[in-house]
């Protein structure tokens, strides 16, 4: 990735920092670290090529070799968004790197709850909301054309495309399609966007919480990006947990 390019195609619409990193432990750490240390005043992109401790949600690795994925995080001051919904985000979030592909790759991802973002029936991004010292920081995965994955994931984790591209795009698309949607975007749209490319809404699910195993379909995703899942008890709504089981007979996106 190209630090040069990046920085002057994002400068002609946006007064951002970017750092750009061969090899680092995590883009969010560093992030983080960044904030710590009081050098965050404006939004701030940090990408890198290669991570040796990418993370994810519920303390997992995420995998992140060189050369065949994308590793981005943005931090944003809080104050500089009207958004304050932590669902609302995560939801746009989702809806905005789903467009970035498209626009990017031409190809239509599904999102599984909560911003989980699969093609083919294999995830193939992750995003990750974390907040510290007043200020959000927003990391993304993409696993764009890896051909050998750890065990623990295989089966599990796909490639968004197998040909080359440049990866250049597909950061300055993310970084102004979360922009967009970070500031600009009306909730209704948003939640429109989201539920068409929902692969769960309608679907039988099991999500597991604290240990917990909750049964039933998937009724909704809310505008606060709770899940509304139809069980024996009745319908209940969920702000935590993770689907562990999903099935997708009719895959839809191609
Ligand atoms: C998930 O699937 O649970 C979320 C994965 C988020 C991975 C991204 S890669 C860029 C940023 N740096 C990290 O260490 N994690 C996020």
């Known amino acids: 990735m190209d630090q040069q390019v990046i920085y002057e195609r994002l400068l002609e619409e946006f007064d951002y920092n970017l750092h750009v990193y061969d090899t680092i432990d995590s883009t969010n750490a560093e992030a983080k670290r960044r904030l710590l240390a ?9 990408i890198a090529d290669h991570q040796t401790a990418g993370y994810g949600r519920h303390g997992r690795n995420f995998y992140s070799p060189s050369s065949v994925g994308l590793y981005l ?9 009207d958004i304050v919904n932590p669902g609302q985000i995560t939801t746009g979030l989702a809806v905005a790197a789903v467009e970035a592909i498209s626009d990017v790759l031409h190809i239509d991802v599904g999102i599984k709850w909560i911003n989980d973002l699969y093609y083919l029936g294999h995830k193939v991004a992750g ?3 974390e907040a510290q010292n007043d ?3 927003i990391g993304i995965g993409l696993n764009i054309n890896p051909t050998d994955y750890p065990e623990l994931i295989q089966g599990k984790v796909g490639a968004l495309t197998q040909d080359k591209i440049d990866r250049n795009d597909l950061a300055i698309r993310l970084i102004q399609n979360f922009d967009y949607y970070f500031t600009e975007a009306q909730l209704d749209d948003v939640m429109l966007l989201y539920r068409e490319r929902s692969l769960v809404i309608g679907q039988p699910v099991q999500l597991l919480l604290d240990h917990q195993e909750i049964h039933g379909i998937a009724e909704n995703v809310q505008a606060d990006g709770g899940l509304v899942v139809r069980t024996a008890r009745g319908n209940r709504t969920f702000y935590s947990g993770e689907i562990t089981k999903l099935s997708l007979p009719d895959w839809r996106y191609s």
Do not use: F
């Not at 009081?38 to 940090?46: D, L, R, S, V």
């Not at 944003?76 to 968004?81: A, C, D, G, H, Q």
């Open 127 to 129: 995003i990750l909301v």
């Open 38 to 46: 009081g050098k965050i005043t404006k939004p701030t992109a940090i």
């Open 73 to 81: 995080s943005l931090v944003w001051p809080i104050e500089l968004t």
């Open 135 to 137: 200020a959000l920081v």
